[in-house]
């Protein structure tokens, strides 16, 4: 289906809303490893299991784009109940997500970590599918880390947790 008007566009995404989802804020350092990269996803979802895949798309006009290309590693954290404030920051452009914000730099592993999540995914990316005004990333998961803490949850556009 096409969808022209700003009206059909704001009934659809109101309709995909009443599906729920989880919370993420994926991490990521710039080519150069100057700058830090973080943002709020919802999109994210498993693939599968052998091999370990998960995807989530980012949008055609957020300047990280080409910091998830492939190859590129990134963090993938799974919010806690408690981490509504770090998903209204990261979904918030500014020129430094990371200021102000506790995390570990990255080192060994090519992403900035955020401690307190219900889980962790460290992955690289495998291939950018281009899909509408989004990228679908593909991504190997490398290894991982869970918490038994309830995770945040998104749905018809507000948080909410169980
Ligand atoms: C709950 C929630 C989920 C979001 N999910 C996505 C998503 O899946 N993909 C995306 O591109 N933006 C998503 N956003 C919006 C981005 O977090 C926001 O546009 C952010 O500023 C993008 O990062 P940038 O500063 O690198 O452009 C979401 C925002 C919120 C609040």
Known sequence: METTSAQEKRALRDALGSFSTGVTVITTHDEKGQSLIGLTVNSFSSVSLDPPLVLWSIANHSPSVPHFSV????????????QEA???????????????????????????????????????????????DHQIILARVLRYESEPVAPLLFVRGAFATI
């Open 86 to 132: 770090l998903a209204r920051h990261f979904a918030t452009p500014q020129a430094d997500k990371f200021s102000g914000v506790d995390h570990q730099a990255p080192g060994d592993f090519g992403a900035p970590l955020i401690e307190g999540c219900s889980a962790r995914f460290y992955c690289v990316t495998e291939s950018v599918v281009p899909a509408g």
């Open 71 to 82: 190859g590129r590693q990134q963090a993938i954290h799974v919010l806690s109940k408690d």
